[in-house]
């Protein structure tokens, strides 16, 4: 930020030693190289449009607070100034911010929505050549062949499930709870995931007590917990375990994913979390799932944290307030 700084105080340096009358028409435009070049990287490096606004506050109060400090007098025309100045930074650097922000979420979408298409053709195209294996004799019905063509519709069903929840979760905020057997909700992921499991050579073992209740949106629990337990399978080595646990932890329910990925690459696991993020060889997918699965959790009050088990996997974990 060193630099874009610097540029605003020359300017306003020029302007303050300058003379002749001034006005804000006449004046606009300015401070136009600092503060887009601010707005752009306020952007980058992650900060929210009140803290742009904000950061000019600051830099006001401390050349105030500096002058008083040093005995300095700063005349009407110089604080009529400052203050032109520094509402024309803001406005500058806001409007590269929200221009910034809004290009980025275009080509963000356009990203998305193309390797959405890729995956799907990708599996749509192995279908087809699946099926036609089958139905020209080459292979039978019930041939290692045909596990092919059920890993790729899992796969797309998966694709398109994740989709249409995080289109739902930016269309329809709305959470509607239910009180729910999470059991239930847990067999109903399994039942899928079982043919995953069983065409990786994977053992999945899901676990828990029936009786357990929490008032959950059915859609984003299901979506939540099929995301995680999709990454499990995908990471985990073959002849490996992933397990599915249910519990209660004092007045809460705990969902605990368990794989033995080998552990985690990254050095802080909440990246996992970060958009896009995948941290292992096999690229395939989104990379959307985690972050998708985080938002559905806290939207129904709940969180969803990870834990590496350096040497063998990683565990991630639902926590949902519990119905008594």
Known sequence: MDEG????????TELMRDNEPFSFHNELGQHTAGATMRGREYFQLGYSLSEVVHSYG??????????????????????????LSLDTAIAEAVTEFDKWSKDHIDEQEVRRLGHLAHELRN?????MITLEMIKSGAVGAQSSTSLVLDKNLQRMIGLIDGAMTEVRMRSEPEVHLI?????????????????????????LEMKGSYGIESNVDRQLY????????HNALKYTKPGSDVTVCLQTVGENT????????????????EDLFQERTQQHEDKSGLGLGLGI?????EQMNGTLTVINLPGKGCRFSITLPRSV
């Open 5 to 12: 700084w610097g540029l605003f105080y020359d300017e306003l």
């Open 123 to 127: 599996g749509i195209h192995n279908v």
């Open 254 to 269: 705990v969902t605990e994913v368990e794989d033995e990925c080998g552990g985690l690459s990254v050095n802080v696991p």
């Open 58 to 83: 600051f830099l006001c109060q401390a050349i105030t607070s500096h002058a008083t400090e040093k005995g300095t007098n700063i005349s009407t025309r110089e604080f009529q100034q400052l203050n």
């Open 293 to 297: 699965a985080r938002k559905a959790v």
């Open 222 to 229: 299901v979506a939540a917990l099929a995301n995680l337990v």
């Open 179 to 203: 009180r729910s057997r999470l059991f239930d909700l847990m067999h109903e992921v399994g039942v899928t995931a079982g043919y995953e499991a069983r065409a990786r050579n994977i053992t």
